[in-house]
């Protein structure tokens, strides 16, 4: 078995890896920026939230008319 | 006379892999892995051309508390004139005898492809366990959470989460490169970017 080491160190930060790595404060945002908007546009798209809103309400509907 | 110039750190982790496209994911998959364990890749590729590359990798080397040595490529290089590459087993050689004579620690890592192949490429590593990521990404995550465990549970990065966070770095990657008009993602300008992109989609905090 591969052998394996207990790591203690501090947790990293933005600030550290940017120094680390030499980004100017402009460039860190930019890239920041980059990450959230593929975030945001990789969450669920405004046409798959309005067929799951339809679906819910075809439930809800469904539910109402079983009562 | 050698003197070692760079600061020695403890999160630092020399990245001793190909770099070439066909690594490519493997090459993403290694510095989203060691960011989410709070480790910091350092590559060759930081170091510019020029005189003196030799001693600037051993300062490389000897400033990192770890290193991971890649030995998965083994076949030989089809560019004129044919060759194998020798750069990742002479590296491997740099790093044991840091952590040999070295008063700093240093602790190295052999990854591969290919069960027990080590044996025969690199009879010297006898009694030595590479780990075996099977050229996967998700054998490269699993190995390396395998390799640098945090003490506390809470704290551990799962598979399932870098994953994620290697799926959202690998897509960033083209963009990245674009950005800094590199010819290949195995550039310094286009690793370092990575790292700090790396750093954000794992949730690194901006400051303590």
Redesign the interface.
């Known amino acids: ?18 120094e ?4 100017s404060k402009a ?2 945002e930019s ?2 920026r ?3 908007e ?2 945001s546009n ?1 969450q669920t798209s405004p046409a798959q939230k309005s067929a799951s809103l339809r679906r819910t309400e075809r439930r809800t509907e469904a539910r109402r008319k079983t009562n | 006379m050698y003197v070692q110039t760079a600061e020695y750190s403890e999160k630092s982790v020399f990245l001793n892999i190909p770099y070439d496209d066909r690594f490519r994911r493997l090459y993403i998959a290694y510095i989203t892995g060691l960011i989410h364990l709070d480790l910091k890749p350092r590559a060759t590729i930081e170091i510019p051309g020029g005189k003196n590359r030799l001693d600037k990798i051993l300062d490389l080397i000897r400033s990192c508390c770890y290193s991971i040595h890649d030995l998965s490529r083994v076949q030989l290089d089809r560019t004129p004139p044919v060759t194998p590459r020798f750069n990742m087993p002479f590296e491997l050689g740099l790093a044991v005898a840091s952590a040999k004579l070295d008063t700093t620690p240093h602790d190295w890592f052999v990854f591969e492809t290919v069960q027990r192949r080590t044996s025969k490429s690199l009879s010297d590593l006898s009694g030595v366990d590479p780990n075996i990521h099977r050229g996967t990404v998700a054998g490269v995550m699993r190995e390396l959470c395998n390799s640098f465990v945090r003490q506390s549970q809470s704290e551990r990065a799962t598979v399932a989460e870098m994953m994620r966070t290697y799926r959202a770095v690998s897509s960033l990657a083209m963009e990245i490169q674009r950005r800094t008009r590199a010819q290949s993602l195995f550039e310094a300008s286009t690793f370092r970017r990575i790292c700090f992109v790396a750093g954000e989609a794992a949730g690194v905090p901006p400051s303590r």
């Open positions: 078995m591969a052998h394996s080491v207990i790591i203690t160190t501090p947790r990293l930060t933005l600030d550290e890896l940017g680390q790595y030499g980004l460039e860190q890239l920041i980059l990450v959230r593929k975030r990789g």
